[in-house]
């Protein structure tokens, strides 16, 4: 008995529809390893479709008031709250993720966003007019920009859907956003759900590969290009949009590091950090993965965090007891695989560092001692459940090797002196800084990193205005 896979199709223009040539992609739940829907694989003329829309409903949405945005914006995230069941069930399946995590550490934070981004939009304001020259007055606005073609990743399909359409579609634009290859249900399932509140062509959702995801970012039609996903996709990106000077949002990867003191509370850090560097299978540009501990107390450190992971458990969705659910697919589990197949002889796997069962993607929760600075999996993104640990000497050592990756992404300290955590929160050249926690996040503080790992925030009213142009009117008083 054959089971029919699902039709996942493209939404553009307010209906749904399949690839202009046809052609379709299989959709893998990486739970199982077995194909269950399949998707477009969308070529150029479904992007010129998906463009011509967002084009043609731009300037009505943006000549729409900031308290009808508000409204609109409102109805979504109760409209969210309304499928939360229906929106669980298909991020589940095209993740692997655990259900009752989803539902408690995914939904209600993606709510919230939203319902914070449709206040920011009552919240654009510009510097007071005034006459900065005789007889002239000078005036700032502050304008949505266009068509924003918004790429998300598969590590959270959801809820960075929502960090891309949100903030855009307060601010006055429209949007022509393509979810992940591995990852379209749930954003096809949202673009359903939007697609009764907002009038069409408005919000537009476009399946496909990265030469889909190309064929959006050289489209000469939207204004900005926003993306959140690898160092090299985002460089991609940055150089086609350079070509018609297009705006460019990367939200990229990370390789965050977790200074640990000798003053901490090392049973309450291991717990914390455990859980920030497993959560999602730590895949997470924020995962607590690249730890580093003071002489004084590493070899106690490393010990209960090897029994951390060794109590920490992986496992199928409808598994209440398990942290994380399987790798995203199957390139995923290679990639983590090599890191610790290609470990130096001087690094130790000190828990994990196998696959396990042998259906779908899942990977052990694993530690690594013994590491130095230059080694392979210290400074390249693992983006699974691995936590490696290196040992320091003081604090400028510490900072030394926390500053000495590419990624800029987000960063912890750990330590009871306030004065060293002010120090250090100063010194460490990332785009956020956690002290004596790691991984909270909340709508009204900016998310985003330095160097490699991109620029603009994601969140907050600093992503709101990232959404926005500035234009100076001036007149004449006579």
Known sequence: MTTELRRLRNYINGEFRDAADGRTIDVVNPATGEVFATSPLSGQADVDAAMDAAAAAFPAWRDTTPAERQKVLLKIADAFEERAEDLIAAEVENTG???????????????????????????????????????????VRREPIGVCAQVAPWNYPMMMAVWKFAPALAAGNTVVLKPSDTTPASTVLIAEIIGQIVPKGVFNVICGDRETGRAMVEHPTPAMASITGSVRAGMQVAESASKDVKRVHLELGG??????????????????????????????????????????????????LAKAAADTKTGQPDDEDVLYG??????QLKQVSGFIDRLPAHAKVEAGGHQVGEKGYFYAPT??????????????????????????????????????????????????????????????????????THIPLVAEMPHGGYKKSGYGKDLSAYGFEDYTRIKHVMTSLG
């Open 255 to 304: 390789k965050a590091p977790v200074v640990v003191f000798e003053d901490t509370d090392i049973a309450k850090a291991v717990e914390d950090i455990s859980v920030a560097g497993f959560f999602n299978a730590g895949q997470d540009c924020t995962a607590a993965t690249r730890v580093l501990v003071h002489e004084s107390i590493h070899d106690e450190f490393v010990t209960q």
């Open 326 to 331: 399987p790798l995203n697919n199957a390139n």
């Open 97 to 139: 993720k655990p259900f009752a995590l989803t539902a408690s550490e995914e939904i209600p934070p993606m709510v919230d966003q939203i319902r914070f981004f449709a206040g920011a939009a009552r919240m654009l304001e510009g510097r007071s007019a005034g006459e900065y020259m005789e007889g002239l007055t000078s005036i």
């Open 367 to 436: 530690v690594v001692s013994g590491l130095k600075q230059d080694d392979e999996i210290v400074q390249n993104e693992v983006f699974g459940p691995v936590i490696t640990v290196q040992s320091f000497r003081d604090e400028e050592q510490a900072l030394a090797y926390a500053n000495g990756v590419e990624f800029a992404l987000a960063s912890s300290v750990w330590t009871k002196d306030h004065a060293r955590a002010m120090r250090m929160s100063r010194a460490l050249d990332f785009g956020c800084v956690w002290i004596n």
